[in-house]
């Protein structure tokens, strides 16, 4: 993988890759944590409506008499997994955002990702103490502390091999 690892190096630094991987995820951190709420509250009625909705019938478009029992089970698996892959990018986005030292970037990736607000927001959110390009900085250096948190945990690797 893009392992950046030199021989003896202690501290990995994330590519270039990643460190746009790391911005993707975080951009989509409330929208997975949303899916996930509603996973959690709602999954019995998922599975019903999977079952008798038609949105099994319609798994595999050719074939004429589906078995809409066999593709509600496989809508609710697939359902799952995409909780389960959801959890673990969430948790370990948390984990590196908490690991971030630089109180003023920890809270701009906060406000900007973690709770979800739009660059403008975030901007005023910072309006008394700091310029705007120094937000738009301590961003990106909260995405670099991010994504070289994941490299070292491993994160990449496991994100790859489930694809």
Do not use: P
């Not at 078995?67 to 590196?96: C, G, M, P, S």
């Not at 990106?140 to 948190?149: D, L, P, Q, Y």
Request: glycine share 4%; charged share 30%.
């Amino acid at each position: 993988m893009a392992m950046a690892w030199g021989q003896g190096e202690l501290f990995a630094q994330a590519s270039e890759k990643e460190i746009q991987r790391t911005k993707f995820l975080l951009s989509k951190y409330v929208y997975m944590k949303s899916l996930m709420s509603d996973f959690e509250n709602f999954e019995r009625d998922l599975k019903q409506v999977a079952i008798d909705g038609e949105a099994a019938r319609r798994i595999d478009h050719e074939d004429l008499h589906a078995d809409k029992t066999a593709n509600a089970a496989i809508l609710i698996e697939k359902r799952r997994w995409v909780y389960q892959q959801y959890n673990f990018y969430t948790r370990q986005l948390y984990r590196a955002w908490a690991l971030i030292h630089d109180t003023e970037a920890r809270e701009a990736i906060e406000y900007r990702y973690i709770k979800g607000h739009s660059f403008k927001e975030t901007i005023l959110f910072f309006r008394y103490g700091i310029s705007e390009s120094a937000v738009r900085r301590k961003i990106v250096e909260g995405i670099k502390t991010i994504a070289n948190t994941l490299n070292l945990i491993g994160f990449f690797e496991q994100a790859y091999e489930d694809f």
